[in-house]
């Protein structure tokens, strides 16, 4: 029984996840921004898996406090922490903020995720032999991403924000896989595939008919979570850092996520703010 920490487990691809790991009985870890929709899913995975430990516990992602309070939660309750899995995320078709002030966006499919890995890393260090799985997306090889002091601040929204994001989520990946390469720890990312979720239920008009098409012709969350699962946990996966998944093997990354200069600069930038709050 592994110790595995997922977020954003109360639907989607993050629910599908946890009911697989509940059936293989493992020992999950809920990290959730609606406590009680997470505490019905723990209702429901210990009554279909009984042999499998279920624990929930509430961290928005995109309030920094709340991942603060999370991590030190985690850190006092557990010894060690096996597998990562960091899959809350947003699509936003309107322009929104953190309640730190970031654009929501990449404030909370980056910024949060950082600091929430950041904090909680000295358990997966204690592992015999730990795992992070990034839930990301192909939207991140046509993302862009331009170092100014605007960058987590200015507005955004849609399919430009969202790429941005994914985008520096792959970098992250690679830069903390190069960070953690003589520890005992993979670093991988992972595209699930065009999945039928609530991620791409928006507010405008236009996301209504494009989340509803979305919907009938995308895969379930079923089929997408099975690729994440096996990068968390097969052998196959155990020796390989810094590379980027999809069900039908590796994706190349393209040249804005192998810029070096790019990732080292966003990293010092990412490091200050987090720093400061």
Known sequence: MKKVVITGATSGIGLAIAKEMAFIGHHLILGCRNIEKAEKVQQELSLAAPECKIDVLEVDLADLSSIRDFADLMNRKYKYIDVLINNAGVFSDTKKRTKDGYELTIGTNFLGQVLLTKLILPLIKKADKGRIVNISSEAALFGRIKITDSLFTKEGK???????????????????????????????????????????????????????????????????????????????????TGMFYEKDGEIAYNKRCLDNDLRRNLMQMTNRILMKK
């Open 158 to 240: 849609g399919f430009i924000a969202y790429s941005k994001s994914k985008l520096a989520q792959l970098l992250y990946n690679i830069d903390l896989a190069e960070e953690l390469k003589d520890e005992n720890i993979s670093v991988n990312a992972v595209h699930p595939g065009h999945v039928a979720t609530n991620i791409w239920k928006g507010e405008s008009l236009l996301m209504k008919i494009i989340g509803s098409m979305n919907t009938k012709k995308n895969m379930s969350s079923e089929k997408a979570a099975k690729i994440c699962v096996e990068v968390a946990l097969s052998d196959e996966y155990s020796n390989k």
